[in-house]
């Protein structure tokens, strides 16, 4: 063959390919499962005479050993008879299988063939290595459980031995002093076996051949009909939508990937066809567009004047802070006064107006601490970090709002950690937070039903302290949920009944920035008509973010 035909073969053959989606795949389909098959095919010709062979050799020595065992008896107590039945039916039956018996000078004694008997068994097997082997074992008595391969009149044959003992039974004819008294060979003809594999392996590459030519058949006609014409369909499309029909639409019953790509390919042209109609109409409409541009500039601005006045009114807050703590200052002061001359002042020593000067002074305390958290947004202030008993802290803080509880009539319920654990954090800070929290709880159930359940718990694990606030009221939606910590919203209304209940919307917002400052985390779970839980986390180490004292 010229180099100009091998030339205009070659690329026509890779035009052949490249050119068609379809003429790809039947080509890699076909180099892939001639690469398997052939790798198969070349596994099953290295192993196949492989195992065979190991197949033979196990089978001689398994009939060595059973010829052995069949002799055995026999030869104790002389039988010759016996002995010749046994090599007589193997040789019968058993088809290019020879069993030779020598004695210990490798004389053969018994055979499968009469023309063997009392010759030298090195007449008949030629190979040193068996002869090695067998002079050997007919010295040591031990059984090798080998075998060797030889070639007879370019025939493979396996040789296995045995050695036969000199047991109890044999002393009577061969005395007690030798420890053998001869050898069992047998010879196996391997061809036949070696033949069947290699019919079977023909068998195998003739259906190996069908199975190819089937599969290439029948992949061809699967990728003609679900691969090559709707790929053609699909090119038909485009080039109808490029010439501008963008009504044209392409049929996809299918649910597979090219299914999916022409319903993607109808979706971009129905997108297309929006996408001219609307630029049509936005070309035809101009000036109500300009307008509507305009009336969103304006919303934006009265968002930032809005904006402004939020950042005014937390001015104005901090101002208003500010001029409360002196005051505050004030009463705790003199609070304080008091109660360190209070056996002055209560002669009687009448512990209930004491207690409730040490009221007035906590509640300053805490007033001030709240007047501080109104600053925290624009002058925020870090923690100061002390241990701190978190049961101790709870029952402290329901104390506080007990008379709003009260004024209710809500049930509530401590469920506290036996081992009451401590928590790195500034207890003032987190029973404000607490408090805000109950206080929210109280305004959302109902008077007389109401319950609210308080618990601790300890996670050991990571070293982390929750406390849970759980009530049985309104809940939230997910809307309110996803807004209940920015600040200034809030869901209460004014209302004349429950004006007592009114708040700015700051009070959540504050919970959450101090449970961040203390590098906490709060959980809120919450349906609307079933409760909410607000869960804080606190860590029992102290936090980086905090000041310790």
């Known amino acids: 063959m010229t180099t100009f035909a091998k030339s205009i073969i070659k690329n026509r053959f890779s035009d052949f390919i490249r050119k068609s989606l379809s003429h790809r795949i039947m080509t890699i389909i076909i180099v892939s499962i001639s690469l398997v098959m052939g790798v198969e095919i070349a596994l099953d010709l290295h192993f196949g005479k492989k195992d065979t062979i190991q197949l033979m050799e196990t089978l001689s020595m398994d009939l060595a050993a059973s010829t052995y065992s069949g002799i055995k008896y026999p030869m104790s107590v002389g039988d010759s008879g016996a002995v010749e039945k046994v090599l007589t039916d193997i040789r019968e039956k058993m088809e290019g299988i020879e069993v030779f018996i020598c004695d210990s000078n490798q004389l053969i004694t018994w055979s499968t063939h009469r023309d063997k008997i009392y010759t030298n068994i090195s007449d008949t097997i030629l190979s040193g290595g068996p002869l090695e082997t067998l002079s050997s074992i007919l010295q040591s008595g031990d059984s090798l459980r080998e075998s060797y391969e030889t070639q007879i009149d370019g025939k493979r044959h396996i040789i296995v031995m045995e050695p036969i003992l000199n ?63 709707r790929v053609h369909r699909l090119t038909n499309g485009v080039k109808k939508v490029t010439a501008g029909d963008l009504d044209f639409e392409i049929y996809a019953p299918s649910p597979d990937e090219i299914g999916d790509f022409a319903r993607a390919f109808n979706t971009m042209t129905h997108e297309l066809k929006e996408a001219r109609d609307e630029n049509t109409k936005w070309t035809m409409t101009l000036e109500d567009l300009v307008e509507e541009r305009t009336e969103q500039l304006q919303r934006a601005q009265e968002n930032a004047i809005q904006g402004e006045k939020m950042a005014s009114m937390g001015r104005l807050a901090a101002i ?132 609210i359940v308080i618990s601790t718990c300890l996670s050991a694990q990571e070293k982390r302290v929750e406390i849970a606030i759980q009530d049985n009221g309104i809940g939230m939606d997910e809307e309110t949920r996803s807004h209940m910590f920015e600040p200034f919203f809030t869901t209460k209304t004014v209302s004349p009944e429950k ?18 400052s203390h590098q906490g985390t709060i959980d809120v779970e919450s349906e609307l008509g079933k409760g909410t839980t607000i869960t804080i986390s606190l860590s029992q180490e102290p936090a980086a973010s905090g000041e310790q004292v």
């Not at 392996?201 to 069908?210: D, E, Q, S, V």
């Not at 004006?499 to 961040?516: D, R, W």
């Open 167 to 229: 047991e109890k039974d044999c002393f009577h004819c061969h005395g007690s002093s030798r420890k053998v008294i001869g050898g069992m060979i047998v010879r196996t003809n391997v061809e036949r076996a070696l033949m069947t594999v290699t019919q079977s392996r023909n068998r195998t590459i003739f259906t190996t051949i069908l199975a190819l030519l089937a599969i290439i058949t029948i992949s061809y006609a699967l990728i003609d009909k679900f691969i090559s014409r």
């Open 320 to 451: 208003v802070a500010h001029e409360i703590n002196n005051p505050l200052a004030g009463i705790r002061t003199y609070a304080k006064l008091m109660l360190k001359r209070s056996e002055d002042i209560f002669p009687d020593k009448n512990s209930k107006y004491i207690e409730y000067l040490d009221t007035i002074e906590s509640e300053s305390a805490r007033c001030g601490e709240i007047v501080r958290g109104l600053l925290q947004f624009a002058r925020p202030t870090k923690p100061r970090i002390k241990k701190h008993d978190i049961n101790t802290m709870v029952r402290e803080t329901l104390r506080l709002v007990q008379h709003q509880i009260d004024l209710l009539n809500i049930e509530v319920k401590l469920d506290l950690a036996p081992e009451s654990p401590e928590a790195s954090c500034d207890d003032q800070k987190i029973k404000q937070a607490l408090v805000a929290l109950l206080l929210n709880s109280c305004d959302a159930v109902q008077s007389d039903t109401g319950a």
């Open 499 to 516: 004006e007592a209940s009114l708040n700015s919307g700051l009070g959540v917002s504050v919970v959450y920035e101090i449970v961040k």
